[in-house]
């Protein structure tokens, strides 16, 4: 049982390139979620997902699309990498959306954008 | 709009007692988490608060007042290990996290 897996852990881009960041979950979560985190800032919600083929923006979403097209993966796409998207990126799932449920967290994805 | 206040940064010494207080404004509430996360780690659960009132689970305690938009996080028998970063996280109606930027706790012996 491994939980929240990121792939990759961590990658540099130059402005303009193009990436995805994978997650995967075993623990079959019906939610799913990208978080970017900054310094100095709270986790900020990119993009979640409430389910299988379902996707919706979170606070801040431009810039990024996602898919999930497995229940247990959800993929986070930047089309044209700006420095401005330098940030570790996290990935968490959990099975219902209110509490106590918990959100469980995949180690991140460190993006450097030069 | 939605507003979490936490200390950036506090310091106590192995073996005391701390407490990191959180104020929050949110659109609704759904409950109140508390995570810690370790440097360069990701967030992990401690604790979560639906009602008024204090929450036991062994050296942590949570505490929450409603009313207030107030929240602590009570750390006892400090140890060097809890040098970390406390994120004080309440759900708004939709049932979104709303995030604090964290305190950071540094321990000292």
């Known amino acids: 049982n491994a939980g929240v897996t990121q792939t990759p852990k961590f990658r540099v881009l130059k402005t303009g390139q193009s990436m995805t960041l994978l997650c995967a979950q075993d623990?079959?979560?019906?939610?799913m979620y990208w978080y970017r985190q900054d310094p100095g800032m709270g986790l900020r919600l990119i993009h979640y997902?409430?389910?299988?083929?379902?996707?919706a923006k979170g606070e801040v979403p431009d810039g990024y699309n996602v898919s999930r097209l497995k229940k247990q993966n959800f993929l986070l796409g930047l089309e044209s990498a700006a420095p401005s998207q330098t940030s570790v990126y996290f990935c968490?799932?959990?099975?219902?959306?209110?509490?106590?449920?918990?959100?469980?967290f995949g180690p991140g994805t460190r993006l450097l954008v030069l | 709009g939605q507003n979490i206040d936490q200390p950036t940064e506090m310091t106590a010494t192995e073996g005391a007692i701390v407490q990191i207080n959180c104020t929050y404004q949110?659109?609704?509430?759904?409950?109140l988490f508390w995570y810690q996360q370790h440097a360069g780690e990701a967030p992990t659960f401690l604790s979560y608060?639906?009602l008024d009132g204090l929450e036991e689970k062994g050296r942590f305690s949570s505490f929450l007042s409603r009313s207030k938009g107030y929240s602590y996080l009570l750390l006892k028998e400090l140890q060097m290990k809890d040098s970390a970063s406390y994120l004080c996280?309440?759900?708004?109606?939709?049932?979104?996290?709303?995030w604090g930027a964290g305190t950071k706790l540094i321990i000292k012996p």
């Open positions: 968490a799932s959990s099975q219902l959306a209110g509490g106590p449920e918990t959100q469980y």
């Open positions: 623990m079959n979560h019906e939610y």
């Open positions: 997902s409430v389910g299988e083929g379902t996707t």
């Open positions: 949110t659109s609704g509430f759904n409950g």
């Open positions: 608060n639906v």
């Open positions: 996280a309440p759900m708004d109606s939709n049932y979104q996290l709303i």
